[in-house]
């Protein structure tokens, strides 16, 4: 099982960033992908999660608005979009199988950086 993300982004602030996690090694749409991110010296914040299966999508409130989650089931790809980025959105964004009792597999992290 691998979980593969896209590279760094850096990006002004009140523009938009796509981050993209790759699975491969098992059926795309048997497990919810889970997003979450960790800002510098900040702990793991999970921001919500989507069922590749249908597309189902459940969003921690305060993204709400800002982030949407999709998935490619065609290229096991789900993406996580957010949108009107701040400076306080520069994080470690990641992408985590959800097996409904745990994270057992994790993407290598993508860098979100904002900045002008």
């Known amino acids: 099982v691998q979980l593969v993300q896209s590279g760094a982004e850096l990006r002004n602030p009140g523009t938009s960033v796509k981050v993209s996690c790759k699975a491969s090694?098992?059926?795309?749409?048997?497990?919810?992908i889970d997003w979450v991110r960790q800002a510098p010296g900040q702990g793991l914040e999970w921001m919500g999660r989507i069922d590749p299966e249908d597309g189902a999508t459940k969003y921690v409130q305060k993204f709400q608005g800002r982030v949407t989650f999709t998935a490619d089931t065609s290229t096991s790809t789900a993406f996580a979009e957010l949108t009107s980025l701040r400076s306080e959105d520069t994080a470690v964004y990641y992408c985590a199988r959800n097996t409904a009792h745990e994270y057992d597999y994790w993407g290598q992290g993508t860098q979100v950086t904002v900045s002008s």
């Open positions: 090694g098992y059926t795309f749409t048997s497990y919810y």
